[in-house]
């Protein structure tokens, strides 16, 4: 009895894929997946004036870039003819007439065919917000199509999912209220009704609508693969948006994504893009690439030209660097928040600031003097953060933890927010921390 299960990812070419798109067509994608079926991409593209080539290059372009595979595609512009049919027997069977009315804009008259409303109470139910009702009673004739060569919206979905067989409709809230209209004209060509699932509005974490308008480019998927973020991060991320997976585990692979999401699951209640999060499972996403520490070199390298003549430095600098971004874009905003200048020329000091709060001069000269004196006795061959660690620390403890080791580290780096000391003269070597600390001493003086 039950039908083959073909869902449908039916953007409008009239912007770039918003990130509540390329959620519906994970849904979409998924829902297919599980239940052996497959996902049709269909590009509603009825609004001549406002669809572009461009979008439509784009959506194609994001569904790639997350590996969303569609199966059957087709451009509502393509069908022209298929809607005329339907609009013809819709005419001649009387369920929609053509009418004369007065023109919205400028003078004159148009022509429009509008549905004859039985005006009734719609209900349907919905695997995500449950039963539904509507009366359709206010909604009048509306109109369907503009000529039998223009159709709208309303018709051409209708039409649309009835030709292709589709399942189950799945779609943002957004579209919640279309569905009544949608189903009385279904009824009319006489076609089943598919099982509709109305999925959750994003929201900003302000709670307003996640909207182009509002929020600009940030609505994108295009602004999430230019700031560096993976497509699995994102595609996990946006699994999460308005999907609960009823446990504590919050990374899934595409193929576990496939397994263990549910439509049953998924809330009623709009969902928060919460950028923290995104960052957060990207990282995660970061550290399992194997060799992310190539990819971290091959980013400073293009930052910044000059480290080319220092390579081993590069390498040195990378585990740090992995520890302090989210997304590769980090790194070009570290560096032009300056902080890789320092490991590659003499950093500029403020004198001043190399005593940790209120310590006198002397006391700080004679910190750097003795950090200075223990790490010229450390051997070059193992000179690491570790070791260097166990060389100061116990003085640290003793005379201050932040009265040596913030001038230790301000001395390395000139910069109030760095690594920390151990690791700092790890990266530059024997030669150059003790070359640092003495520039200190000699500035302090
Ligand atoms: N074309 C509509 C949109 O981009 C979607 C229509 C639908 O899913 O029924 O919002």
Avoid at 318 to 323: F, G, I, W
Avoid at 405 to 415: D, I, M, V
Wanted: with cysteine.
């Amino acid at each position: 009895m039950s039908r083959k299960v073909i869902t449908r990812f039916a953007p409008s070419p009239t912007g770039t894929l918003h990130v509540g798109g390329a959620r519906t067509a994970l849904f979409n994608y998924l829902f297919a997946r599980q239940n052996g079926g497959e996902m049709v991409l269909r590009l509603e593209d009825t609004d001549k004036a406002r669809s572009k080539k461009e979008y439509e290059d784009n959506i194609l372009d994001g569904l790639n870039w997350f590996g969303l595979a569609w199966k059957d595609f087709c451009r509502q512009s393509d069908r022209t003819e298929i809607y005329k049919k339907y609009l013809e027997k819709l005419l001649a069977d009387d369920m929609a007439y053509i009418s004369k009315e007065p023109a919205k804009e400028g003078s004159g008259e148009v022509e429009v065919i509008r549905f004859r409303n039985p005006g009734k109470k719609v209900t349907f139910s919905d695997i995500i917000r449950g039963e539904v009702t509507f009366d359709t009673a206010e909604l009048k004739d509306f109109v369907i199509a503009k000529s039998k060569d223009e159709p709208l919206y309303h018709l051409a979905v209708v039409v649309d999912d009835f030709e292709q067989k589709i399942s189950h409709v799945i779609r943002g809230e957004d579209h919640l209220s279309n569905t009544p209209r949608q189903i009385l004209i279904q009824e009319a060509i006489e076609a089943p009704r598919p099982i509709y699932a109305h999925l959750p509005l994003i929201l900003a974490p302000d709670k307003s609508k996640l909207s182009k308008r509002k929020h600009g480019q940030s609505v994108s998927v295009t602004y999430y693969r230019e700031e560096g973020y993976l497509a699995e991060a994102l595609m996990n991320f946006l699994a999460l948006l308005g999907w609960n997976p009823k446990t504590e585990k919050e990374i899934f692979t595409a193929e576990e994504l496939t397994q263990e999401f549910s439509l049953e699951n998924v809330q009623k209640g709009g969902a928060v893009f919460n950028r923290e999060k995104l960052d957060w499972l990207n990282k995660e996403y970061l550290k399992k690439i194997p060799d992310i520490y190539d990819l971290i070199i091959a980013e400073i390298k293009k930052e910044i030209p000059s480290s080319e003549k220092c390579p081993d430095r590069v390498k040195r600098i990378a585990p740090t660097v992995l520890e302090r971004i989210s997304k590769m874009s980090d790194i070009g905003r570290m560096n032009r928040e300056g902080d890789f200048q320092y490991y590659f020329e003499l950093p500029s000091y403020e004198p001043k600031k190399l005593s940790w709060k209120d310590t006198s001069k002397e006391t700080t000269i004679k910190h750097i003097i003795k950090i200075s004196e223990k790490v010229s006795v450390l051997p070059e061959e193992n000179f690491s953060a570790e070791k260097i660690k166990e060389a100061i620390w116990k003085y640290a403890e003793q005379e201050g933890r932040g009265e040596v080791l913030w001038p230790f580290r301000y001395a390395l780096s000139g910069r109030e927010k760095s690594p920390d000391p151990f690791t700092l003269a790890d990266i530059l070597g024997k030669k150059e921390t003790l070359e640092r600390l003495s520039t200190a001493i000699q500035m302090l003086k």
